[in-house]
């Protein structure tokens, strides 16, 4: 088993949107802002490669295709996804599974390419796209609060159609590896587990996107149901801190993965490590 961690290029968003109701004077102490109160993101997705022979990915970023929210956004230091594969051994065709955890235009860019004569195709065209049926179906008419964060036309869903697997509850793509739903940053977002003999990875998307999101009261002004987002939330570092899990963080430009534990009722934020199963 091989775990990539690939980050495709930063982008600047709000630091106020991020952590919400917590105060700058808490949640600064904890990631920086710059003088516009903007925070630094990482586009980060995930290889898998199983002892079974699947190659998955998880995520894949903002693409290389206009999108509106370009100017919304300050991105730079961009990578390009398909040679940051190459770079590990694997072609784009090679793929058995993409898994998107939702898609957001920051998580499923990469989904769709041009060929030379400029007709959409898929990136990863032999690889099943598993996406979750509660997110495909509210990206097809996304409320007035979330529209903003999608890029999904007819294009799009013609296209994924081909290679679609709808995850409907907990699905097993292998021994190893694992896809569960959860609810409140938007409907039907997968969590993946990666299920090691010492160890259980978890890539909780934006569920926990930054290692600071590990306090559970700290939550994205981007949620559509904070509340929700904080229950699911508190089962995950339950489970996490009990079995001593790792949890990879999606977003957060200074500490990739890490740990958490629990006194009281309080999680404590995540002790980065280094560890050999992660390259």
């Not at 190893?176 to 259980?200: D, K, W």
């Not at 570092?237 to 963080?249: C, G, V």
């Amino acid at each position: 088993m091989e775990i990539h961690i690939i980050d495709t290029g930063y982008f600047y968003t709000d630091g106020g949107a991020m952590f919400w109701t917590i105060p700058k004077t808490s949640w600064n102490r904890r990631y920086p802002a710059n003088d516009k109160n903007q925070c630094i993101l990482t586009l980060r997705s995930l290889l898998i490669k199983t002892d079974c022979g699947r190659i998955i990915l998880v995520d894949n970023g903002i693409g290389n295709l206009p999108f509106k929210q370009k100017d919304q956004y300050p991105f730079f230091d961009l990578r390009d996804l398909n040679q940051e594969l190459m770079k590990r051994g694997v072609l784009p065709e090679e793929l058995t599974n993409l898994v998107l955890t939702h898609l957001h235009f920051d998580h499923c860019g990469y989904t769709l390419i041009k060929d030379r004569h400029g007709a959409f195709q898929l990136n990863f065209s032999n690889a099943n796209h598993w996406i979750s049926e509660a997110q495909w179906n509210i990206s097809q008419n996304p409320s007035p609060l979330e529209k903003s964060s999608y890029n999904i036309d007819e294009t799009f869903k013609e296209t994924v159609s081909r290679k679609l697997q709808l995850v409907k509850q907990e699905t097993i793509l292998c021994d190893t590896v694992s896809l569960q739903t959860q609810n409140g940053h938007t409907q039907g977002q997968i969590v993946v587990y990666i299920h090691l003999p010492e160890n259980t990875f978890i890539y909780a998307g934006d569920v926990i996107p930054l290692a600071s999101h590990t306090s559970p009261s700290w939550i994205f002004a981007y949620d559509i149901e904070p509340l929700l987002s904080y229950q699911e939330k508190i089962k995950i570092l339950e489970t996490a801190a009990q079995q001593n899990q790792t949890i990879l963080f999606c977003h957060d430009a200074y500490i990739q993965y890490g740990t958490v534990k629990k006194i009281n009722s309080f999680f404590l934020k995540a002790y980065p490590y280094q560890d050999k199963n992660i390259l």
